[in-house]
């Protein structure tokens, strides 16, 4: 049977009455005289309000539903959930950067909806973020919808802020974040790598 329980309403931060213009096209066109473009010229005319509406997108993601939770048929049974890609915000450059993230937690009586996963991630990756604290964000909710204390999120991701700026060199980063059984050298910890390891290995064909 499953239980879905409902999410707190949070309030829309980004209403404003009819006719207001958004503060953020006024931002975008003075960024535009800033780095010596016309914004009134054909081609950027219309790119304030687009860059505006691509923010309030991006920031404003509403994730539904997130705790649809089913009863497990089994107990102790290992949840494995890989190539999940994600794009998010680097808080300290504002450009982007992905991750592909693989989420397992080992479940007691209930079990997880597999479409929950990805917006549990997107919740978390659709703000401004480091890669470190997006693991560890995702972790934390999975945690805490499941109940289960044996939970593991590997994010691997590839930041613009390095990409093209900087060293301009792309490099890939591995973050993790282990709780329970999986923060030891034990069988599930072991058992974790390898499904890791084999879903990489099979990403890459």
Request: charged share 25%.
């Amino acid at each position: 049977m499953a239980v879905t329980m409902e999410p707190e309403q949070a309030p829309r931060l980004f209403d404003r009455p009819e006719g207001t213009p958004d503060p953020l096209e006024g931002l975008a066109r003075q960024l535009l005289i800033e780095i010596g473009e016309d914004p009134d010229r054909e081609g950027l005319a219309d790119t304030p309000r687009r860059y505006a509406k691509w923010w309030r997108e991006f920031i404003g993601y509403e994730a539904g539903k997130t705790e649809t939770l089913f009863d497990s048929i089994s107990d102790n049974q290992l949840v494995y959930v890989s190539g999940m890609l994600v794009w998010s915000l680097c808080e300290h450059h504002l450009l982007p950067f992905n991750c592909n993230l693989t989420i397992a937690y080992r479940s007691d009586k209930n079990l997880l909806g597999l479409s929950k996963f990805a917006r549990i991630a997107h919740k978390h990756a659709h703000r401004l973020q480091v890669q470190e604290r997006l693991v560890s964000d995702v972790a934390g909710e999975i945690a805490e919808i499941t109940g289960s204390e044996d939970v593991a999120v590997i994010g691997r991701g590839e930041h613009l802020c390095m990409t093209m700026r900087g060293i301009r060199t792309p490099a890939l980063m591995t973050s993790s974040a282990f709780r329970g059984a999986f923060e030891g050298n034990g069988p599930e910890r072991t058992q974790l790598l390898m499904l890791a390891q084999n879903s990489a290995g099979s990403a890459s064909h």
